[in-house]
């Protein structure tokens, strides 16, 4: 019996498996023989007629295969019940996903990218063999284990009774959302480059229909499975969720960054990496989880029965980490523009790639921005411009790698550093994003936002250069005969995210000023005219892509965008005269703290 006060599904120690939840027994059970159907599906041929894998991938698809549900038997074997549900729900939310993106294989298979299990030698119509069977029936049982899961080793019943909820975790959500976010897009990217003509690597988007929206649904359950895992109100819970979930990035991942090394013809490319990396810090949160989620005390105080909170670091600190992490963007995006973004061979004409020419202005922006956040004097000035300009490392960034992701399908082109460079930059100016939104969080914790009203002399410019911003980004500022530019509504690719990302921070931070403190909407405001003018300077910049380079219909749109933007931002620069710009720490304080205030 485990000690009063304390149920059993915290039990330390070999668990006593007849005192499992009978559904969770189940749970495991049917999650069990989905895995191994995963492990042993490998091993047999997949496609009709039988064509080998590219590599000897039997023995890691096997441990790969059984990785997600070994992971909840190893939760539920150490007593943590709630981990263990967490572990096999997450895997069920990945399993629809990678079970539509393995049915490519049934409907279309020479054109699926699945080297780790068929690597196609000739142009035949392949169909579904006993091997895809077992993989599909695989996924329809890990999913059925998690749902069977569901309302099994719920939080203990003194966290119940206290009447505890999950609190605002800003800083969790905030980083376990970042890195979901980079997970996805790593599981975005083409995994691999290839000179094969019978395996085409393709990004998620150029994907045939069944491996889209396989990888589509893969790609939202990744952020999906970490934002739910740290806004739960179990750090036993959240750990099951974070460890399960990232089992099945693993599983995805992995084989694609081997194909890369191991099959001739392939190459490997930045975005499995990216996610194996992105997931390997999900997993370090996942261990860590009791410093980020406070459980529940035990007695009943009247205190103790408020939720927990968490503390987040000093505004200083995020501050410094977001300069620094900014400094290294920017420094980062600058080698990608100075160095070659791909290699060609001997043989190949002699070419100077432009593409990276855009990330020199993206780098000066979030590099001004960095350098204020290191000046305790302006960065809670510059922060919300911050929150706003390191989406120009992903404008640049997106048509720099689809550059190089374009010239590496020909025979004897390779990466280069510059596109090494140019992903750090990405994934750093992630980084120092989610320190900055954490910042903000910090901030607002000391502010009565029901003082907060719409301002109308903001609110007018504002709403006109959200309307600009559509045209501005998804129309094309340059133009020339024969050149197709990226786009959102027509020739959408991989570059084509940059101008997404865009176009929602420019959105959000044009309909967030008017009712924002107006010295913060200032920032804000100014931090999309950097984006719009990082924009606008692509025309200059990357007019020698193409001969015959003039202006294309979103310039003029992008010049108003900017005028509107600055009026904007002037007006409420008018309106903060006189407003105290708040420099001193915060101070830390609880929920528990205020109430005990009031």
């Not at 790593?186 to 069944?210: E, Q, R, Y």
């Not at 596109?419 to 992630?430: D, E, S």
């Amino acid at each position: 019996m485990p000690p009063a006060g304390k149920p059993a599904d915290r039990a330390s120690g070999p668990a006593n498996w007849s005192a499992l939840p009978i559904r969770l027994r189940w749970a495991l059970g049917v999650g069990l023989v989905g895995g191994a159907s995963l492990a042993v599906g490998p091993l047999l041929p997949v496609v009709s007629p039988a064509m080998p894998p590219g590599f000897a991938a039997g023995p890691l698809m096997f441990v790969l295969g059984l990785l997600p549900v070994g992971v909840a038997l190893v939760l539920a074997g150490r007593g943590s019940v709630p981990a263990a549900r967490g572990a096999l729900l997450a895997a069920a939310l990945f399993a629809p996903g990678r079970a539509i993106a393995d049915a490519q294989l049934a409907v279309q298979g020479s054109v699926a990218a699945r080297p780790e299990l068929v690597m196609p030698t000739a142009l035949l119509r392949l169909h579904g063999a006993a091997g895809l069977w077992l993989l599909l029936a695989g996924e329809v049982l890990v999913l059925v284990g998690g749902l069977l899961a569901i309302g099994t080793g719920d939080t203990d019943p003194t966290a119940r009774e206290s009447g505890r909820t999950s609190g605002r975790y800003q800083g969790p959500v905030l980083i376990a959302l970042g890195l979901g976010v980079v997970v996805a897009l790593g599981l975005m990217a083409a995994p691999f480059t290839s000179t094969n003509p019978f395996v085409l690597a393709k990004g998620v988007l150029d994907a045939p229909i069944m491996a889209m929206a396989g990888g589509f649904l893969i790609a939202v359950a990744a952020p999906l499975a970490a934002t739910i895992a740290v806004t739960s109100a179990d750090p036993v819970t959240a750990r099951g969720w974070l460890l399960g979930g990232q089992a099945v990035v693993l599983a995805i991942a992995l084989p694609r960054v081997v194909s890369g090394f191991a099959v001739a013809g392939l190459h490997p490319n930045w975005g499995p990496f990216v996610a194996l990396v992105a997931a390997a810090l999900l997993v370090a949160l996942a261990l860590t989880t009791e410093r980020v989620i406070r459980p529940a005390p035990d007695d009943d105080t009247d205190v103790q029965r408020e939720p927990a909170e968490l503390q987040l670091p000093g505004q200083s600190r995020l501050h410094v980490a977001t300069g620094v992490l900014g400094l290294v963007a920017a420094g980062a995006a600058l080698v990608g523009a100075d160095t070659n973004l791909y290699v060609l061979s001997a043989d190949l004409p002699r070419n100077t790639d432009v593409a990276g020419r855009l990330l020199i202005p993206a780098a000066v922006l979030i590099g001004v921005c960095a350098v204020g956040m290191l000046i305790p004097r302006w960065a809670f000035v510059v922060r919300p411009a911050f929150a706003v300009a390191w989406v120009s490392v992903l404008l640049a960034g997106f048509g720099a790698v689809d550059t190089a992701m374009t010239a590496t399908q020909i025979d004897g082109v390779r990466i280069g550093i510059g596109t090494w460079a140019t992903g750090l930059a990405m994934v750093t100016a992630l980084a120092a994003a989610c320190t900055a939104g954490l910042a903000g969080g910090v901030e607002r914790d000391d502010v009565d936002l029901t003082e907060l009203s719409w301002r109308p002399r903001v609110l007018v410019p504002a709403v006109v250069a959200a309307a600009l911003a559509v045209g501005a980004f998804g129309l094309p500022v340059l133009q020339a005969a024969g050149f197709r530019p990226p786009g959102i509504w027509s020739d959408f690719r991989f570059a084509s995210w940059g101008l997404v990302f865009s176009l929602a921070a420019v959105l959000a931070a044009a309909l967030l000023a008017p009712i924002c403190r107006p010295a913060r909407a200032v920032g804000l405001l100014i931090g999309a005219a950097g984006l719009v003018l990082v924009r606008l300077l692509s025309l200059p910049l990357d007019r020698s892509m193409a001969p015959g380079t003039s202006a294309g219909p979103g310039l003029p749109i992008a010049v108003a965008c900017l005028v509107a933007l600055l009026v904007a931002a002037g007006m409420a620069g008018w309106l903060a005269r006189g407003e105290p710009v708040n420099r001193a720490e915060p101070v830390k304080r609880t929920a528990v703290d205020m109430r005990r205030k009031a």
